[in-house]
Structures are given as C-alpha cells and as structure tokens.
C-alpha cells in the first residue's frame, strides 16, 4: 500500500486541532459520562461500551499489520515494535480492562464517538507506521527510541495500578464515589489520566512523527481538564480530601 501522505497530515492536523477545540470545551462544561453522567438518556453497560469503543484501535492496526506489506525502505523491526506498543495499550483496554470496570453505563453519543475516534486513529497510527514512516537501521539504537518506551512502560504501570486502586474501591454492583489511596493517588488525584498522558508522550518521542504528536497532543487536550474535573470533585464531596494532592502533576499541578 501507498503512503497516503495528505490523508495522513489531514487526520494528525485534525487531532490537533480537535484537541484544543475539546479542551475549550471541557474548560466550560463537564464530558457527560462517569461520574458527570446524566440522570435520564440512553445508555450503553459499562463493559460493554469500553469495549465497543476501544477495540477499533486495536483490531484497524492489526489488520494493516496482517493484510498489507510495509515500504522495503527503513528498517521493519521498528515500525512493527513501535506498532504493537500502540496496540498493547488498545489490548488491555479492550479485552481486560473493559471487562474489569466496575464503572457506570456509558452514553451511547459517547460510545459512538469514542469508537469513531480509535477508529481513525487506529489506521492513522498504524498507515503512518507501516507505509509512511522512514526509520534508519540504527534507529533501534536511538535515545528517543529507549527514553520512549520507558515512559511508555512507566506510564502503563501507572495507568494499570491506578485503575485497579479505583476498582477495589467498590463491590460489585456499587457506583459509590471514595478518596483513592496508594500509588500515584498519593500525589494527584488523576492519577489514571498521568498515566495514560505518559504513556502517549513516550509513543510520540519513540515514533518521533507528527501522527504520534498529534495524538499525545489530543490524550492531553481531552483528559488533561478531566483530572482537574476530578480533583475539584474529590474536593468537594469530601472534606477531609488531601490537601496536599494536586489534579494531575505531582507537586505542580
């Protein structure tokens, strides 16, 4: 298959600038779903809808990486590496953590538009890498490269330990809000979203492309204003919230 350059710069320059667009508008109202989830509307079991919305991520990729051959030019190993590290994450969101969450119905709207959402950007992440990506056979030896993927790594622990901290807080069947201990929770309140912003930002430096960029750019945009949503919550449904916990960075912010 071709590189579809102009579909590709389309597509990153849309992430971009949907995701400052969203950003604006979670800086003046509430995503409706989770905890901000209105009392009447067609909803989607929790389940479920995580895995109807994730999995396009995750199945696009694989099948780019199946049906199609990438460009003889650069080296193979990276691109696949680079591809199945985007695909990990979509793994465990679709077929682990989606069947783990004790979390409330889903709104349809935000069902379909989540699925949408992997779905253009499954193929954007994964076209770029395997067809348009140019990477030099050294590239395996790059810092961006190592650094990249530590973080990425580092990020997912956070992102998985968080998730199972605000698990064991409910029994089954519960939809309680308590204050989250332990781990990262010591230190923001949105912990889960700390990781998952890492775990992006060290795709980006590894992949080093506008495509990866952009995404890292828009997980900010769209779950950056969401932990600080959290954290004025947590605030004020608890008074005895800590006060030393900020939203999202660790002693900044």
């Not at 298959?1 to 849309?14: F, G, I």
């Not at 990276?78 to 590290?85: D, E, I, N, P, V």
Request: a positive charge.
């Amino acid at each position: 298959m071709e590189c579809r350059d102009a579909a590709v710069s389309s597509l990153s320059w849309a992430l971009i600038v949907g995701g400052a667009a969203y950003m604006l508008h979670q800086s003046r109202s509430h995503t409706q779903y989770g905890r901000y989830l209105p009392e009447k509307g067609c909803c989607c079991p929790a389940r479920l809808g995580w895995f109807l919305q994730e999995v396009p991520a995750f199945l696009l990729p694989l099948l780019l990486l199946l049906t199609g051959e990438p460009e003889k030019t650069g080296d193979r190993t990276g691109r696949t590496l680079l591809l199945c590290t985007f695909m990990l994450h979509y793994f465990h969101r679709s077929f682990i953590y989606a069947f783990l969450t004790r979390g409330r119905p889903v709104p349809l709207p935000i069902v379909l538009a989540a699925a949408i959402f992997c779905s253009l950007n499954g193929f954007l992440q994964g076209h770029h890498l395997l067809h348009c990506a140019h990477f030099e056979h050294t590239w395996l030896r790059d810092a961006r490269l190592a650094a990249g993927f530590l973080l990425f790594v580092v990020g997912m622990i956070i992102n998985i330990h968080s998730d199972h901290i605000l698990r064991s807080l409910r029994r089954p069947g519960e939809t309680v809000y308590k204050i989250p201990y332990g781990g990262m929770f010591e230190f923001v309140s949105g912990a889960n979203f700390l990781g998952e912003i890492l775990e992006w930002c060290g795709f980006a430096l590894a992949s080093w492309s506008l495509p990866s960029t952009a995404f890292a750019f828009f997980t900010v945009c769209s779950i950056g204003p969401r932990a600080y949503q959290h954290h004025r919550d947590y605030q004020q449904r608890f008074e005895d919230y800590p006060r030393s916990r900020k939203a999202l960075l660790p002693f900044i912010l």
